[in-house]
T-cell receptor
Framework: GQSLEQPSEVTAVEGAIVQINCTYQ??????LSWYQQHDGGAPTFLSY????GLEETGRFSSFLSRSDSYGYLLLQELQMKDSASYFC????????????FGTGTRLQVFP | EAGVAQSPRYKIIEKRQSVAFWCNPI?????LYWYQQILGQGPKLLIQ????????DSQLPKDRFSAERLKGVDSTLKIQPAKLEDSAVYLC???????????FGPGTRLTVL
């Protein structure tokens, strides 16, 4: 089966940089996505990596190392509004339109 | 562009009652997903439709859950009868390339008493 591991909680202060790690075990790898979810809100797409390396989108970047089955989401210049849960998700190798989500990392940003 | 619409936003029922949720995906999105999200966990796929056909329902508890997507647009998810452990947020999502980016609705928070 497929599984993903993330830290359950991360804390940081405004203006800082934080990294949220994700390790995965899959029988085949086709891509890693990141989603943000505020309390009571819908998950929203942040980033996607199919190949090794760094993808940058504004203050957010995502990194992938397929050889290590590892990725991370990097959030820079943290703002209070970044307090949310962050989920990594991999494509199911048997149905690549299906995502398997991790358990999520709750980020708390303090002033 | 309008997002994914869901209703109701909140529902409270007693165990053994039935409940139905409705979803209207983004126009043109052929793939529609229903997820169950229990507090503190990631979304878990219940069922995936491609147009009005089922692609994956391997994790749908078929003895009590059912879903349909008539005419390949709107979808409904039903639970009958509900159990206490069904208390969760039910999320609908749609996509063009679902393995990369899915667009989620606001969800329905179900409480079973």
């Amino acid at each position: 089966g497929q599984s993903l591991e993330q830290p359950s909680e991360v804390t940081a202060v405004e203006g800082a940089i934080v990294q949220i790690n994700c390790t995965y075990q899959t029988s085949g790898f086709y891509g890693l996505s990141w989603y943000q979810q505020h309390d009571g809100g819908a998950p929203t797409f942040l980033s996607y990596n199919a190949l090794d390396g760094l993808e940058e989108t504004g203050r957010f970047s995502s990194f992938l190392s397929r050889s290590d089955s590892y990725g991370y989401l990097l959030l820079q210049e943290l703002q209070m509004k970044d307090s949310a849960s962050y989920f990594c998700a991999v494509r199911d190798p048997y149905n690549t339109d299906k995502l398997i989500f991790g358990t999520g990392t709750r980020l708390q940003v303090f002033p | 562009e309008a997002g994914v619409a869901q209703s109701p936003r909140y529902k409270i029922i007693e165990k053994r009652q039935s409940v139905a949720f409705w979803c209207n995906p983004i126009s043109g999105h052929a793939t529609l997903y229903w997820y169950q999200q229990i507090l503190g966990q990631g979304p878990k796929l219940l069922i995936q439709f491609q147009n009005n056909g089922v692609v994956d329902d391997s994790q749908l508890p078929k003895d009590r859950f059912s879903a349909e997507r008539l005419k390949g647009v709107d979808s409904t998810l039903k639970i009958q009868p509900a159990k206490l452990e069904d208390s969760a947020v039910y999320l609908c999502a749609s996509s063009l390339d679902g393995g990369r980016e899915q667009f989620f609705g606001p969800g329905t928070r179900l409480t079973v008493l």
